[in-house]
């Protein structure tokens, strides 16, 4: 613990119980860093034996959960979400066993050099030591970030939604057992006690025992723990991302590029929000936008060329306002507007963006050069759908959630995304003249 | 500009001063982005002959400062370190012209793969943005930082110490001018308007427009920026190092290793400000290092082993307590104790050091294998001085200040940790099924 920053040094008996399970957390982590490979590894797999072995109880107690929701009138693709069945855990615990074998990014060398003086430096991955994760519904995130957590040598601290309390009460018990099955503390496991708004306020104030909050979630749940946590945090999540039809697009790939990126899987923060089209062939491509985008399901909300463009086809489109812009729907909804040039469209994307996913449509080197260049997001797709954006589209194996900020980690964050690095000088004496 | 996180998207005529300023600097921000490096590196030559030809200037508004100082009963200490003369101005400008030779780390490919689908993934080093920097006293961070901010394609808000308002006025007169001679916008380079520290506050606030702040100075202004700010913030600086003579260390080498720790320059953060002695050596080494330190001029604060050494050896050993476990001393003093292992060493470390750097004096291999292992701390010294935690030492060329937080950059920050990262992905036609 830092004496500067963290909360009081001494009185263990004042502290909180969220205060004093980060402690239980620093502690349990600082056991866990010099663990090796091989006992993280280990505990991952006793996790997964745990998973199945605990079945019954993990879906009895979910079914308090699942009971307590469709009793307080929760809507069913929200129990859909938070329901565990056999299946479903015997897949979460297969995820767990893919974690295993993905690469350890602990020790990994990131720069290396002899001194002109003869010390030998070396900057080292380490863990980042305690990390918490603020997330809702779906109780599988508890095991998936308990698993990269614990992968990267990282204590974890849990703060689930209340509505899946039960639930994640039963998989934490589940992983602390194996956890020290394995030899490590049970400690590196940990949920927030607590259901009360109050328990993330103190969570978030744990400045010098956590290490970094990653929030996932709503927009909502994002802002108040970006803004009001003196832990640092990694924003993960609010993607209003744009497709950019570009005057040089092949205008087959632009349509279908544009239907995959809005409607494939709208609920996701890597779903297209806006479509913009360059005005050169917009005649030619929004009657045929309107008919994939209806047919896919799609609700228009467009400028006024696309409003006319409507109009003429027989299409219904809402007039779009700064509100759609600016609107992440996570619904079969898009707006749409037709931009002068290729700098009109970065424009736009620069005044709306969320930083996330920003996808061009061109055959055109020098567009696709250029809007790379201009557009600042954490990935910019050139003739591919926004939906790529994701830790196992991208080959991580893993996400622990995709960041929209630009400090330690843009985009999906893999293993090496939960590691800090430590210089270790190794000299025979050395000081300095 | 994002639209979620910043202040009011329209109406600029309701900006305060500093807020208006960050806007312009985001605008400048996206100008400069996507400029070559030989436009940076103009930028930069054009602003060490700026420095050369507007000496005169300068100097004279740094007279203002100065006569400031002295009216307020400044000690001369501090006056120096606000003094320009024509030397330390041309010394200034040769430190630009250095930065200009360093490696660009703007576009820099750090990870790339042809994914099994044929999409082409690029992760590529982009500028953060802007970048804010709160520092106390000295008028050449004013250049330095603005030249790392320009090298890595960031624009930079200065806010200076208002003890050194004049000399910043006129240092940042004499960038803006040059920048805009190479075609750069001059808002690349801004300092932030106001003496007030209500214009610290604002900075603090402006989250979505300023993408990073970095506090330099003393504790108590990097507390208040850390626990204030919205935008995010890279911790700087606080040293509380401790350097550890273990049991199988080389004596003399140990005395020297310490010495220069503490004494080379006591006033900086990679001083050492406590040492901690193995028990099993005890007898031997605390006479030695108490002539050594009464002979460098340091006064130890010991526990009670250290007071005992001291009264056999008639030197004079004052008590420590907690308050000195936790001291950053920045003087002529250090915190000694006696410890009965090496895991009771990095228990001392683990309690009261500020993560900076950690030394360990041993001819064993196993206890320094264990002590780097242990201990958590951005630079961890294996037989050498603490002293040695220094971009320019790492071979660095430059260092915006050393971070003492683990997410980002960890240890002394060159032109890479200024940066950030954008995947572009570039297919022909992809969705995903």
């Not at 929200?78 to 855990?89: A, K, Q, S, W």
């Not at 509100?323 to 736009?348: C, F, G, K, R, T």
Request: aromatic share 4%; glycine share 8%.
């Amino acid at each position: 613990m830092r004496r500067m920053s963290a909360p009081q040094t001494s009185g263990q008996t004042t502290d909180t119980p969220v205060v004093a399970a980060a402690r239980r957390a620093q502690t349990a982590a600082a056991a866990l860093a010099p663990a090796p490979r091989s006992t993280r590894d280990a505990a991952l797999e006793a996790i997964a034996r745990a998973l199945t072995d605990g079945t019954e109880a993990i879906v009895a107690a979910n079914a308090d959960d699942i009971a307590r929701a469709r009793a307080a009138g929760t809507p069913e693709s929200i129990v859909d979400r938070l329901t565990l069945t056999p299946e479903r855990i015997e897949r979460i615990a297969a995820d767990v066993r893919d974690v295993v074998g993905l690469p350890d990014p602990v020790g990994q060398v990131q720069r290396g050099s002899t001194l002109p003086n003869g010390l030998e430096l070396r900057q080292i991955r380490v863990p980042l030591g305690v990390v918490g994760i603020v997330y809702e519904a779906r109780p599988n995130v508890t095991v998936d970030a308990a698993a990269l957590c614990l992968k990267s040598g990282n204590a974890v601290l849990l703060r689930g939604s209340s509505s899946a309390h039960a639930s994640n009460t039963a998989l934490v018990a589940v992983l602390r057992d194996a956890v020290q099955e394995a030899g490590l503390p049970a400690d590196v496991v940990q949920l927030v006690p607590g259901e009360s708004r109050e328990s993330v306020t103190e969570l978030m104030r744990a400045r010098g025992l956590v290490d970094v909050l990653i929030p996932r979630g709503g927009a909502s749940l994002i802002r108040t723990v970006v803004e009001g946590s003196t832990v640092p945090v990694i924003e993960t999540g609010t993607g209003n991302c744009h497709v950019y039809i570009d005057e040089a697009a092949d205008l087959d790939s632009a349509l279908e590029i544009l239907v995959n990126s809005k409607a494939q899987r709208p609920s996701v923060c890597n779903a297209a929000e806006t479509v913009l089209v360059h005005a050169g062939i917009a005649d030619t491509f929004l009657p045929r936008a309107l008919d994939a985008l209806t047919a896919a399901g799609v609700t228009v909300h467009g400028d006024d060329a696309w409003q006319k463009a409507g109009e003429a086809a027989g299409t219904k489109v809402l007039p779009a306002g700064e509100q759609d812009w600016a609107e992440e729907y996570l619904s079969y909804d898009i707006a749409a507007a037709v931009v002068p040039s290729l700098d009109a469209a970065v424009e736009h994307i620069r005044t709306w963006s969320s930083g996330h996913t920003e996808a061009v449509v061109t055959r055109d080197t020098a567009a696709a050069r250029r809007f790379t260049a201009l557009v600042d997001a954490a990935a910019v797709m050139v003739n591919a759908s926004t939906r790529f954006t994701d830790g196992s589209q991208f080959g991580f194996g893993a996400e622990i959630g995709i960041s929209t900020q630009k400090l330690h980690a843009r985009g999906p964050m893999g293993l090496p995304e939960l590691t800090s690095t430590k210089y270790v000088i190794t000299g025979e004496g050395h000081v300095r003249g």
